[in-house]
């Protein structure tokens, strides 16, 4: 906005809704598509929160209709004495006249979460049937038809979120999974159409003269209109009908020459994030049947210079060679090799190599990830003949085992996704032209180290460091220059398994990340189970997948939750290296420790408190409690296992690998501890 925002006109916007709605209005009602002039974020920034935004416009903000949590709780205690065991939320809505379980399940977030607040038993039986669902969702309809043109996803997240409707979307999906929206809505007697959404949602004319939803999706018709115009694709189509068994639709469907490519357009984050976590049909369709799709995130600012590099030109001619975008590139593909670029040097000078090499070849490799989403390495031909290999190593206390480490980065596409507490990650690293720049520049040649004598031909020459040009050797300048998040190595762990371990027996790895101490498991014991708890979906997806191809899965069994949240009893050794506090990020999502926790003081209290007592739990008398940590919070947490029930009897030490960049690398502490007898 050209001109700031005034408070008088945040409040008159507030009154205007007011008279508008009927009713105080909620953050959820203040969103700027909708009725509102202006997003919470205007009034948060102005007013600090919603609640001040309220009160200054005259309205006392909604507090649970005046009820507390000492009211839910009192009317929740009054049922259970009455009925004498737990009661269900069906018993609850009849047998109590005060409050609605709806107002009760809102204000504490679920039904088990208001159970436990009240000090009642959970029991398994209090889960909602699907029938419930069905009878709250057609009382709901029943009550709001006059306010809402159809019963669409969302119409019913707008009353998710004002408090009104208690189920998610999701929730209801998980009821009836093997249905369609369609058929649920038909269930309470409600003939839904894929066009609904239109009618309750705010729909935008494309240059076409088209409708559509949001503003992504013009500006996705926008360019797709210019591009048939100007003969670059041959057509596109909206709202596609995905197959004839389904109701599905596809966003967007593009016809070239080479084909069709289906564009979908995802607000739905990590839902759709790939590895998806749920309600996956349709892609799982379009991978089974060998569709050619394509899906942008509504997160993605950059969604037209994508289009233009899926559709536009995509040959590259940097120095007297042409490179196509669009053609499968191996891993040890060689663009330029040593003697090519020395030879440009000499016979052109360092300033023409930049000009007619370096900056072009730097621009293939960004329109290269921005169509690929990295330059990822070749997925493993063989699962299990890389356990065979590590099954005939012998166990080492330093990081030197690189077969296995390129194993995990080419099966782990969440590696190259993690960041350090110091750089970017690798994909938004090599997007900062000031940072990885240089060291491309390096790579061509262009450094002023030390002089290496190289044999071209029949001729010896002394030169700067050269190396052959690929996405193999762009990866690894970042690896040796400790542009990505360190790993576990799985010859680390089967040395440690065969010290304190024994084939049979049960581990428990609480933060399982890429796989090193799974891996070093299976190869040392034919036996045995290892469990492991991974909050990041992507790896977790991850973790599912290796398994699967190394065919395991009867020794393994994988969980999702946090260690805040793990249930993990009865095993013979907790081995696992966590997070250290806020060195590295893994992912964006909530249940992250870095995320979770905001200062280190919170994350050791937090965090590592939960992981010593959770593993004090799941341990026998005197079993072995195997940490790794750094030296700073090495000597934290041997202060804070011997507090809660372990003893330290031994610290190994594990070398760090060494590189001519990194002669002396720090060592990381291996903390071996006994469970108290109790």
Known sequence: MSKKTSNEDLIKNLQGLFVLLGRVPQKSDLIVSNNSKYGSSSYNRAFGNIANALIAAGFKPNQQRGLKSEDFINDLKKVYNLLGYTPSIEEFSQHSSTVSWVTIYNHFGSWTKALIAAGIPVVKANKVDGQFVLDELKKWYAKNNCNVNCL????????????????SCSTIHKHFSNMSWQDIMRQID?????????????????????????????EVANYLFEAKNKNIIINYEYEVRVCKERLWTCDFVVTTNDGKIWIELDGMRNNRKDPYKRHNEKIEFYKNNNFNYKIFSYNNRDIIKNLSVLFEPSDFKIGDKTFNLKTKIDDDFVFFTKEEIYNYITENGQDKLIIDIIEPFYKFILSYVELNGWIFPEQPKNYKETLVELKQKNGVLNSSDRVAGSFIKAHFKSFWLASTEKQDNPILFIQNRDKFYPLLKYRFGLGNGKQYDYKFGDKTVQFNELFDISFKQIRKSLEVNRYVVSLFKPLVAKHIYNK?????MKVWDPCAGFGGRLLGFLSIFENGIYIGNEPNSQTYSELLSLIDKMDVKERVCLFSDPIEKAEVQNVDMVFTCPPYGFKEHYCDEANQSDILYKTEKDWIEGFLLSLLKKSYLALPNNGHFVIVFDQKFGKECILLAEQNGFVLSEILNIENQRTHL?????????????KKNT
């Not at 304190?500 to 049979?504: I, K, L, M, V």
């Open 500 to 504: 304190y371990g024994f084939d049979g």
């Open 152 to 167: 669409s996803y969302w119409s019913l997240r707008k009353a998710k979120a004002r408090g009104d409707f208690p189920f």
């Open 190 to 218: 409600y003939l839904y159409e894929t066009t609904d959404h239109f009618i309750e949602k705010k729909h935008y004319i494309g240059n076409d003269q088209a409708k559509y939803l949001s503003l992504l999706e013009l």
């Open 662 to 674: 990194n002669p002396t690398p720090n060592s990381e502490m291996c903390l071996i501890f006994n």
